[in-house]
Structure formats: structure tokens, C-alpha cells
């Protein structure tokens, strides 16, 4: 019973919205008025485990089954990670989780680690694109197929294509922007990407579209752009920045700069946070490991070093809400093809994982941004906002 009251003590912290905690047959409310939600535990999680990582500890035991939720999870979570400025880490002792090696060979295992589960696996719960990144609701009746087909028309139209141009793709994933916009714009595109499951599922779609003449994937790390001195008109890049890791985004931004044309646009559209911090122990052991989120200041301070002129930043955090939660609405219906590939601690792990980064882009924890600039002076392009 101590041991039960110790980490209910420490529950108690996360006062800002009621909640309660039951545990064999015992029940306590943390914050005051109704409560929002009540969290059963299973079995007892130490304070120590609390202490050392409060993600990892509480994340463990939901993925486990020593931690259940009454009602909906989307919505404890919102109430809950609001409060993540109270969470604990013993970053010493976390040091080899929070900070991974950033050498190609162990990128492209953390790269993945993720992208890899397999196609048929993301096919059941993304959209028809396989669009695996935030959507553009331009209405709230918008389906996730039309917020990302959306999405990809205005990043193309962001760039400012025209026919005969060429455009890179960094993190091409499974190759929707550049069908559209050979398809759309007749230009020429490239796309590279770690993931070896994209590449292959990439490849067969530009086969199926009768396109390999206009587009080509490469399996290919940015880092070797240099070397094949290839130059574009335009280079996008569209949540691959998370996985370069803090001290390559210097590194980054130079082979981008080297690849693209002077005077060309690059739009980098990327999950963003306020400040700079290390990542959440759960989320990089579980789901994507070695990942870091980049602070919009610490980009936007780097690009001037590289000749990049901003042109607009724009912040689409509520889109990236809704985005996740349609995932998670299409994962749940899916759930038992997904627990015959997989087990339940997996699918348990998926469920936190979507609709906690739902809670954190609800509650601001995160953004994302999509930044547009030229590289050296451009002043061809429309003096007003074109797209």
C-alpha cells in the first residue's frame, strides 16, 4: 500500500485537470472538481521508474497492460500532456536513449526501425496516397484523402513549378508529391529515401503510372548528394528533418544548398518545437529512435548561413491534430488485422503513440512548420503570397 500512495503522490503533480486513480479496490482523485478520466492500474509502477523517466514509465505500462484508461484515450491524453513540463527524465542515465549515434549506418537502422514494419501494415491506416505526414483541412468536412491530396497541391504550388523543371524530394517516402507533380506540372523528379519498403513501393507506383520516364527513386542518404553533383530547380523536403539529428543539421542545409539551383525554392516541412531539447525517452525508444525535433529558431538561424532568403513560415499545428486522429480512427477499425501481424503490446504501443502526438499538437508541446525559401535572390517569383 505504501509503495501504491507513494506513486499516487507523485500522480499528483498533474493538477490541472481532475482525474482519478484506481487500484485494488482503492480509488483517489488527483486535482479538484470532476473527474475527467480514470486510470486503473494493474499493476504498480515504482516512483523510481516515475522519477527516471516519467514517459518511459507510464508509456511502458499502458504499452504493457498494467495501466488502463477508462473512456476515450485521445482524450485523457489531451487533458494529461499538457502537463509534460512536470514530467521527470534522469537525462545522465538516459544519455545513450536521448543521444544516438548520427553515422549513416546506424541513421538508416533507426530510419528503418520505423518505415520498414512493412507496406501492407501503413496501407491499412494511411489514406490512398500513403501520405505519411500532416494533412491541409481546408474544411472541416475535408476527408484524410482530400486534406492530403490538399496538402500536396499547395506545397506544389508553394514551389512555384513549371513544366520542364526538375524537383528533388528529400524523404521522398512513398512517392505521392512527385507522381502528382510530374502528373500536374510535367517536371522531372527524383526522390530519395533509407527506407527500403518506400523505395520498393515507390518504384511500382511509378511503374503502375507509366511515369519512369519523369520520375526516379533512388534508396540514397542526402549525404551523398555532394558526390553525385546533381543540381535541382526545386528541393522539398517533407518530415525527413526530424531524423538528421541536431548536429547534422548543419550538414543538412549545406548538401541542400550544394543540390539546388541559384535562385531556386526549397519548402522543408517539419515537425518544430519552441526551444531546443532532446526528444522524449518513449517516443525515440519505441518509435523513432534517434529522432529530434528541431526548434523553428535554430533553423530558420542556420539557413542564413547557408544564402537561404525567407520568403514565408507558416505554422499548420491543428492540421497535424486532425491528421493524427484520423489516423488513429483508421487504426482502431483495423485493429484486429493489425494485432495477427503484430500482438497487442504493439498495438497498444501504436494507440499511445497516435493519440499522444494528437495531444501534444492539440496543446501546442509541438508544431509544425512548413518554411519557404529561395536560395540566394530570387526576384522572378510573384511579390505576393501566389499560392
Not at 499528483?12 to 481532475?18: S, V, W
Not at 538516459?94 to 530510419?111: A, F, I, M, P, W
Not at 539557413?303 to 525567407?310: L, V
Request: hydrophobic share 40%; glycine share 8%; aromatic share 12%.
Amino acid at each position: 500500500m505504501l509503495k501504491e500512495k507513494a506513486m499516487v503522490h507523485f500522480l499528483n503533480r498533474f493538477t490541472d485537470y481532475p482525474f482519478l486513480v484506481r487500484w485494488e479496490g482503492h480509488e483517489e482523485k488527483v486535482g479538484h472538481g470532476n473527474p475527467l478520466f480514470v486510470v486503473n492500474i494493474k499493476e504498480q509502477i515504482s516512483v523510481k521508474e516515475l522519477t527516471g523517466s516519467t514517459s518511459l514509465a507510464l508509456g511502458e505500462a499502458y504499452m504493457k497492460g498494467k495501466l488502463e484508461v477508462e473512456g476515450d484515450l485521445y482524450e485523457a491524453l489531451d487533458h494529461f500532456l499538457g502537463q509534460m513540463d512536470k514530467f521527470e527524465v534522469n537525462r545522465v542515465k538516459l544519455k545513450g536513449l536521448l543521444h544516438t549515434s548520427n553515422s549513416r549506418k546506424n541513421q538508416k537502422k533507426e530510419v528503418s526501425f520505423h518505415y520498414d514494419i512493412g507496406n501492407d501494415f501503413y496501407k491499412l491506416w494511411l489514406d490512398e496516397t500513403l501520405n505519411y505526414s500532416c494533412g491541409y483541412f481546408k474544411t472541416g468536412e475535408d476527408t484524410l484523402y482530400e486534406a492530403q491530396v490538399n496538402k500536396t497541391e499547395y506545397i506544389l504550388k508553394k514551389l512555384g513549378l513549371q513544366a520542364g523543371m526538375s524537383l528533388l524530394d528529400i524523404g521522398c517516402g512513398w512517392g505521392f508529391l512527385l507522381l502528382r507533380a510530374a502528373k500536374e506540372y510535367k517536371i522531372r523528379g527524383t526522390g530519395i529515401t533509407l527506407s527500403r519498403e518506400q523505395y520498393e513501393g515507390f518504384r511500382t507506383r511509378i511503374e503502375k503510372e507509366g511515369l519512369e520516364d519523369l520520375v526516379t527513386v533512388r534508396l540514397m542518404d542526402y549525404r551523398d548528394l555532394k558526390q553525385v553533383g546533381l543540381e535541382f530547380d526545386r528541393i522539398v523536403s517533407v518530415g525527413m528533418v526530424e531524423h538528421v539529428g541536431r548536429e547534422n543539421y548543419n550538414c543538412f542545409l549545406d548538401c541542400v544548398s550544394q543540390a539546388l539551383k541559384p535562385g531556386g525554392v526549397f519548402l522543408l516541412h517539419f515537425i518544430s518545437s519552441q526551444k531546443e531539447h532532446a526528444g522524449d525517452p518513449w517516443i525515440k525508444k519505441y518509435i523513432f529512435p534517434g529522432g529530434v525535433i528541431p526548434s523553428l529558431r535554430e533553423i530558420i538561424f542556420l539557413m542564413a548561413e547557408y544564402n537561404f532568403h525567407i520568403l514565408d513560415v507558416e505554422n499548420l499545428r491543428n492540421h497535424y491534430n486532425k491528421t493524427l486522429l484520423c489516423w488513429e480512427k483508421n487504426f482502431r477499425e483495423h485493429e484486429n488485422q493489425i494485432r495477427s501481424m503484430f500482438d497487442e503490446e504493439f498495438v497498444r504501443m501504436w494507440e499511445l503513440y497516435l493519440c499522444s502526438c494528437a495531444a501534444t499538437f492539440h496543446n501546442g508541446v509541438i508544431d509544425l512548420h512548413q518554411i519557404l525559401a529561395t536560395k540566394g535572390v530570387n526576384n522572378e517569383l510573384p511579390i505576393v503570397r501566389w499560392y
